[in-house]
C-alpha cells in the first residue's frame, strides 16, 4: 500500500507540505515528523532515524541518495500536564496499510500511498495525504504517547520523501521550512499534501480497495480447499 516503486521508477511529480507544530498554552506540542525508533533507509542500511546525522546520505523517493543538510530533534509535548489528544501518535497495526510492523504516525505528517483510487482521483498511483485522515481506517486509531516521545525530522536542500522499513514513505521538509515552525508561514515547496476533505475520501477508497482484496484472497483460498 505504501509505495516503494520510486527507487526504481524515478517519479517526478511533486508535492507541498509543511512541518507543524502548535503551542498549547506555554507548552508546545509537535504534530508532524517522524518518531525516534523508526529505520530510514540510507547509504549504510537501514539506521534508526535518532541515529541519522547532518551529512549522512538518505534514501529518497524522487532523488535517490540524498545528503541531510539538517536534523530538528524535539519532544512530542515538552509541557509538564499530560499530552493533549491532539497531539497523540497513531497507532497503525501492522499489516493494517501494508506496513511490514506496528508504526506510529504524528497527525499531520504527511505520508506517501499508492493505490488505484489516488490513480483514477488524481492522475497518479501516489498521493501525500496527512496522516490523520487514515485515523478509525483497519482500526488505526490515537494513543497515547509513552513517556517522552522523541519526534525527529530530517532536512535536504529540497524536500524529499525517505523510505522507513515500517512499509511507509515519509514527508522530510527542506531546512528552509524551519521558518515555519517559528512563523506559522507556509513556504512553497516540492510536495503537495492533499486537503484533508480530499485525503479522507481517498482515505475511503483505499480502504474499499483493502477489502476487495482480501475478499478476492478468501475467495480463492475456498476455492483451492474445495479442489
Not at 536534523?71 to 501492522?94: D, H, I, M, Q, Y
Not at 486509531?141 to 511507509?168: K, T, Y
Amino acid at each position: 500500500m505504501f509505495g516503494w516503486k520510486a527507487a526504481v521508477l524515478g517519479g517526478t511529480n511533486k508535492r507541498m507540505t509543511e512541518t507543524t507544530g502548535a503551542y498549547d498554552g506555554g507548552a508546545i506540542g509537535v504534530q508532524s515528523g517522524i518518531v525516534a525508533g523508526t529505520k530510514v533507509a540510507t547509504s549504510l542500511g537501514w539506521r534508526p532515524i535518532e541515529a541519522v546525522a547532518k551529512g549522512d546520505k538518505v534514501l529518497t523517493f524522487d532523488g535517490g541518495l540524498q545528503v541531510v543538510t539538517g536534523v530538528t530533534r524535539r519532544k512530542l509535548w515538552n509541557g509538564e500536564t499530560p499530552c493533549p489528544t491532539r497531539f497523540w501518535p497513531l497507532e497503525v497495526p501492522a499489516h493494517a496499510l501494508g506496513n511490514l510492523e506496528t508504526m506510529y504516525l504524528l497527525p499531520s505528517q504527511g505520508v506517501m500511498v499508492e493505490s488505484d483510487a489516488a490513480e483514477e482521483m488524481l492522475g497518479d498511483p501516489f498521493a501525500l495525504i496527512p496522516a490523520k485522515a487514515l485515523e478509525g481506517l483497519r482500526e488505526i486509531a490515537p494513543v497515547a504517547p509513552r513517556g517522552e516521545m522523541e519526534i525527529i525530522c530530517l532536512h535536504f536542500e529540497e524536500d524529499h520523501v525517505v523510505f522507513a522499513n515500517s512499509g511507509a514513505l515519509f514527508h522530510c521538509p527542506a531546512e528552509r521550512d524551519l521558518l515555519n515552525d517559528v512563523f506559522d508561514t507556509p513556504v512553497e515547496a516540492a510536495y503537495q499534501v492533499l486537503p484533508m476533505e480530499e485525503a479522507l475520501a481517498l482515505a475511503t477508497f483505499i480502504e474499499a480497495e483493502i477489502k476487495a482484496a482480501e475478499s478476492g484472497r478468501n475467495i480463492r483460498r475456498a476455492a483451492t480447499s474445495a479442489a
